[in-house]
């Protein structure tokens, strides 16, 4: 597609769940990048994966939080037992190559837990 | 204390007005400097980017950056209705691995 898509673009779900992003980069670009922006946070990195390295998990608040890159393409954050604080909304952004300098950002899917 | 420190705003402006939205920061090792814009419910979207200190010029934007001061700036030249977003500054250091560090953002609203 001509940019990075992310769905869904909006998520409810209640405390105690296990929720499902889905990213899907801009075609050719090799690393991917999570990250979840708060009310009055900024944008907080979570994870980075590049081509078939391992991926930096340096940014994952906790253990509920994982995520993965099938086939060098789409990516998946889950999230597992969800939590009131972990509501935000969750971006995507892909780049062409590992130097990361220019990052182009999806939509985000807005969580909300109840 | 964060690593990257901007005033969230909101900034209000008249329509034609000089725009200046500054960023500071305390990691001396940033090395690549940006500048995002975003609309509301919308991704960000890259603005402009600079390396190391300097000034450099698109259109109607200007970025400075400052590392003796650890200071950054973004100048919006006549400005429109049209750029009001949120504006978020985002580094990066060389070869420390690939995030970006962003600062919380600072809402503008251009007024007619």
């Known amino acids: 597609g001509a940019g990075v898509s992310q769905s869904p673009s909006n998520k409810v779900t209640e405390k105690g769940k296990d929720v499902e992003l889905r990213c899907d980069p801009i075609s050719g670009h090799t690393a991917l990048y999570w990250y979840r922006q708060s009310l009055g946070q900024g944008l907080e990195f979570l994870i980075y994966?590049?081509?078939?390295?391992?991926?930096?998990k340096s940014g994952l608040p906790s253990d509920r939080f994982s995520a993965e890159r099938t086939g060098g393409s789409v990516s998946t954050l889950t999230i597992q037992r969800t939590q009131q604080e972990d509501s935000a909304v969750y971006l995507c952004?892909?780049?062409?190559?590992?130097?990361?300098?220019?990052?182009?950002f999806g939509a985000g899917t807005r969580l909300s837990v109840l | 204390q964060k690593e990257v420190e901007q005033d969230p705003g909101p900034l209000s402006v008249p329509e034609g007005a000089i725009v200046s939205l500054n960023c500071t920061y305390s990691?001396?090792?940033?090395?690549?400097f940006m500048w995002y814009r975003q609309y509301s419910r919308k991704g960000p979207e890259l603005l402009m980017y600079?390396?190391?200190?300097g000034n450099k010029e698109d259109g109607r934007f200007t970025a400075q950056v400052d590392k003796s001061s650890k200071y950054i700036s973004l100048f919006i030249r006549d400005s429109q209705p049209s750029d009001s977003a949120t504006y978020l500054c985002a580094m990066k250091v060389t070869g420390g691995g690939n995030k970006l560090t962003f600062g919380t953002g600072t809402q503008l609203k251009v007024e007619l």
């Open positions: 994966f590049q081509g078939n390295s391992a991926p930096d």
């Open positions: 952004a892909s780049s062409l190559e590992g130097g990361g300098n220019i990052q182009y």
């Open positions: 990691n001396s090792a940033f090395q690549y």
């Open positions: 600079t390396y190391s200190s």
